[in-house]
């Protein structure tokens, strides 16, 4: 697999200098560009991005100061390795405070300048490393239709904010929600019509419950939102509020000769007043999501003991 250079760009107004510096960046494999002012490297910056720019700190016009600055505000994941003489050593720790990554004193030390950019290399493969980890570790977690926690990170989440209302004696509600004749609509319109509407509700979900609110899609046409620190009362008015929100949403914006209202049903459970642990609070929100479908779709039904006796 080819591996893409690593993009340097030299500002520095000495040629003998800069003419030194490519020879040796080029000569271990990386792709170097050049300017000879402040002015000339933040015209280039803004034309293409690098990896690291070495830059000299005096120089007429623009100085090392000014690159790093436009720099950082034009791509802030670019490294930026400050050249100084001894006498402006101090400028150097100052830039670093401005954002610069290191620097370099001159008279140059070639040894020194390949250890600072293999170091800098270094961190900037372990900076993707750790990101592209965060990346896949998320992905795990969503579903990739609709972009909500998936089935099994819902299970990881409830448990935790279980235990987590068990300790602080809090209430946790949970909201089981099933789109109605989801089946009859894929069979009349066809799974692309369907995704459409999973995204659609999805997002509803998203816009209309609370930043703290927990939301998934459990499976197939069903979704769940744990509702953390709430009783039933104001979970229900949750609930409702993205009832109204997904009947309200035409969902078919270019079919007007026919009603295409999309109608959820939702039951409700809550902890420790339904269920004591997870299975019982995800089993007892089924049974009110299945007695609010009994009774007409659209609706939502508090699961109560009264539910066992009918």
């Known amino acids: 697999m080819e591996i893409n250079p690593v993009k340097i760009l030299i500002v520095e107004d000495d040629e003998l200098l800069r003419s030194m510096l490519t020879n040796l960046l080029e000569t271990d494999g990386h792709e170097v560009h050049t300017a000879s002012n402040g002015t000339d490297a933040i015209e ?76 800098t290399l270094e961190k900037r493969k372990l900076i993707k490393k750790v990101a592209e980890g965060e990346y896949y570790k998320q992905l795990s977690r969503v579903d990739g239709l609709t972009e909500l926690y998936n089935h099994r990170f819902f299970h990881q989440l409830l448990e935790s904010e279980i235990g987590r209302a068990l300790r602080y004696e809090h209430p946790l509600t949970l909201l089981m929600i099933d789109i109605d004749n989801f089946k009859k609509l894929n069979d009349s319109k066809g799974h692309q019509t369907g995704d459409i509407v999973l995204k659609g509700v999805a997002s509803i979900l998203k816009q209309t419950s609370r930043d703290c609110d927990l939301i998934a899609r459990y499976g197939g046409d069903e979704f769940a939102i744990i509702i953390p620190e709430t009783d039933k009362n ?10 109204e929100q997904v009947e309200s949403k035409n969902f078919f914006q270019h079919e007007t000769t026919e009603k295409n209202t999309i109608t959820i049903s939702i039951g409700l ?8 642990n997870k299975k019982e609070l995800i089993t007892k929100a089924d049974k009110a999501l299945y007695k609010a479908k009994s009774l007409g779709r659209n609706k939502i039904f508090i699961y109560s003991e009264k539910l066992e006796t009918t």
């Open 44 to 119: 280039i910056i803004e034309r293409e991005s690098f990896d690291i720019i070495i830059t000299d700190i005096v120089m007429p016009g623009v100085d090392g100061v000014g690159v790093l600055e436009a720099a950082k505000r034009i791509d802030s994941g670019c490294d930026v390795i400050m050249i100084t003489g001894f006498a402006t050593a101090e400028s150097a720790v100052q830039s670093m405070k401005l954002g610069a990554y290191d620097y370099i004193i001159k008279p140059f030390n070639l040894d020194h300048i390949k250890i600072i950019i293999a170091k």
């Open 234 to 243: 104001n979970a229900a008015t949750i609930g409702n509020r993205v009832r």
């Open 269 to 276: 459970a809550a902890f420790p007043v339904d269920a004591i």
